[in-house]
């Protein structure tokens, strides 16, 4: 039900120490609404188990729908906050034909659910678990909230991401909140201009929502504290899987959706693939297709579930799902306790 795959350093680390929760320093959670429900059993046994007595730092890398997951992991008790987060995400109802403000004003209630009494105290002065949210600063027609107008920066942005990704610089920087005392460091070979902004007690959740902020579909989050003036988005148009290389000694974990990875928003329909030098040093692991085919539909959740499902009936399939994702954390736990490594696969195999 699971697959895992790692660069040539990772399983190069790997075949020499075992695998183990030492070996990795940073970890990613990408974009993609509630795709990431097949995650959820997963997400718990890492947190709750897998790096429960972790003492070292570990980077927690997310843009949007990632970057909520972070927002819990870097919580006193990471298993309660995303059981608030998986819960009030999944039973949220939007009336008919919902407009960005609805959308907008439901986001909030669900931040402040996930962040709680004392939520963003714990993110801001976690030793170990450090977070770090990506979001999107908008330039020129994409930071409109006339949706004419957004919608034709957005189709700029598709075709300049076509030509090449680097040209979506002139429309998108990437503003990554983040610890005062975070290291974090990475390399991006398309110079998107990167810049790192410490979370304080004024910024922290308007940064989480803005990671959030899907274009056309919510409001943008407008002069965020601490940062130029400007427009806000989701991490996802710039981060949506990640094509970064990230600067650290260790190695990624990355619990991911799908084998399948696309470097940005405008990337999701292009063949394009990302780097194979950046998943060097990572270690993907994602829901197998024998997995997904076993899910009611026979596939992951998705935004549009929202639309073309009753409330009714979407709530029974992502229950299942959430049920269903508990075998993937009893793999994953299996092959950490057995140290099944030769069940690796090289990443190249996707990316080459």
């Known amino acids: 039900m699971l697959e895992i795959y790692a660069g040539n350093n990772a399983l190069k680390a790997i075949n020499e ?9 940073s970890f990613l959670g990408a974009s993609g609404g509630p795709k990431w429900f097949t995650l959820y059993g997963l997400d718990k046994y890492i ?12 980077n927690i890398i997310g843009s949007s729908a990632g970057a909520f997951r972070a927002a819990c992991f870097a919580q006193k008790n990471p298993v309660a906050a995303i059981e608030r987060l998986a819960k ?12 960005p403000e609805e959308i907008t ?28 949210f990506i979001v999107a600063k908008c330039n020129g027609l994409v930071a409109c909230e006339n949706k004419f107008l957004q919608g034709v920066g957005l189709l700029m942005s598709f075709v300049r991401n076509s030509i090449s990704r680097s040209l979506i610089s002139r429309q998108y920087q990437r503003f990554v909140f983040q610890q005062n005392s975070s ?8 110079n998107i201009a990167t810049t790192g902004v410490a979370f304080t007690e ?27 003036n400007g427009m806000y988005r989701d991490g996802g148009i710039v981060d949506y899987h990640f094509d970064i290389e990230v600067k650290n000694d260790g190695l990624t974990l990355y619990p991911h959706f799908s084998s399948t990875l696309k470097a ?10 990302v780097k194979q030098k950046h998943y060097d040093k990572t270690v993907l692991i994602c829901p197998s297709v024998q997995f997904i085919k076993s899910l009611p539909y026979g596939k ?4 549009t579930d929202f639309t073309t499902m009753t409330p009714k009936e979407r709530q029974a399939y992502w229950q299942r799902v959430f049920i269903a994702s508990e075998q993937l954390a009893q793999e994953f736990a299996q092959f950490y306790q057995t140290q099944d490594i030769n069940r690796i696969k090289n990443i190249e195999s996707l990316l080459a």
Request: glycine share 8%; net charge neutral; with cysteine.
């Open 264 to 273: 940005g928003w405008f990337d999701k329909n292009l063949s394009r693939k």
């Open 105 to 132: 004003t439901k986001a909030r209630v669900l931040l402040n659910t996930v962040f709680g009494a004392d939520g963003a105290t714990e993110i801001k002065n976690n030793p170990v678990f450090k977070a770090h």
């Open 17 to 25: 120490n075992g695998f183990s929760p030492e070996l990795f320093s």
């Open 88 to 99: 009030n995400y999944s039973e949220t109802v939007y009336s008919d034909k919902a407009q």
């Open 183 to 190: 290291q974090l460091s990475f390399y991006d070979p398309d």
């Open 300 to 303: 992951i959740p998705d935004r």
């Open 47 to 58: 947190f709750g188990e897998f790096f429960k007595d972790r003492t070292q730092p570990l």
């Open 202 to 228: 004024d910024n922290i959740k308007e940064a989480l929502l803005a990671s959030g902020s899907i274009p056309m579909v919510m409001q943008g989050i407008r002069d965020i504290a601490g940062c130029p």
